[in-house]
């Protein structure tokens, strides 16, 4: 069977999108997705995802980490595929879909930019001098200085496999602050790629919300990560509650090509 694909990425962080309305590849194995996403022997990429019909909604959208697993939210794979769904001609300049952790609200502006409405925050959780919080995938907040000097993978790697997070991993974020009080420097460790990824939307969004000084009312924090800068727009309602959640950046398409699935 030839697989259709479309290469995108959102500030380094690079998908495979696959439109799936007629339910042509709904019965991929973990194996062949897990060999799509290889660097060595496949297309190469932090995850895949299908794009599908979705009664009451633009489209649906079915995300997978690199491992080949089904995953939780990813915010630049949303990103990525709202520019999929406009290339297809399915939307123009706004839209609504589906994902894993419910309905989102998407709108692209004259300059490419994909700005993705996320959830509501209700909850953040202390570790140790450390935060937890979930922005539709669980996320690992540590505070740092000389972010760009650490090492990601050995630290990231640690925390993501010691209790109680082992089991069911949990992505983790290193955090500098910038001089500029709503200026973040942000580094991912990534369960499913479980490796650093140049940048993570969720994870930016929770770097944001625990770590952009973020006073009641509206704010808006610029991130930036090793593939780029992104901007959280949010509006802090009280103590760790967070609403109208919007994840703002460049998402553009790679190249596209087929591939004949083994």
């Known amino acids: 069977m030839n697989l259709s694909f479309y290469k995108y990425q959102g500030t380094g962080n690079d998908f ?104 509501n925050v209700q909850a953040i959780e202390t570790f140790q001098d450390d935060f937890i919080v979930d922005t539709g995938s669980p996320h690992y907040i540590k505070r740092c200085e000389n972010v760009m ?22 992505n983790v974020n290193f955090v500098e602050q910038a001089k500029d009080s709503n200026h973040i420097i942000v580094r991912t460790f990534e369960r499913g790629v479980e490796d650093e990824t140049m940048s993570c939307g969720t994870g930016v969004t929770a770097a944001a919300l625990t770590c952009g000084n973020a006073q009641e009312g509206y704010n808006e924090v610029k991130v930036t990560t090793t593939g780029g800068e992104l901007t959280i727009k949010f509006t802090k309602t009280a103590a760790n509650h967070f609403e109208n959640i919007w994840l703002c950046g460049p998402a553009e398409r790679v190249f596209e090509g087929v591939l004949n699935l083994q």
């Open 16 to 119: 495979i999108l696959v439109d799936n309305r007629n339910g042509t590849y709904n019965h991929l194995t973990l194996e062949q997705i897990n060999r799509l996403c290889h660097r060595r022997f496949g297309i190469g990429a932090d995850g895949f995802m299908l794009l599908q019909e979705k009664s009451g909604y633009d489209f649906e959208m079915k995300y997978y980490n690199a491992d080949g697993k089904e995953g939780s939210m990813c915010g630049n794979g949303g990103r990525c595929i709202v520019k999929f769904a406009s290339h297809l001609n399915i939307i123009k300049d706004k839209c609504s879909f589906w994902a894993t952790d419910g309905a989102h609200e998407a709108t692209i502006d004259a300059y490419g930019i994909v700005s993705l409405k996320m959830n």
């Open 149 to 170: 000097q650490l090492d990601v993978y050995t630290q990231g790697y640690e925390i993501r496999n010691s209790n109680p997070f082992k089991e069911k991993g949990i």
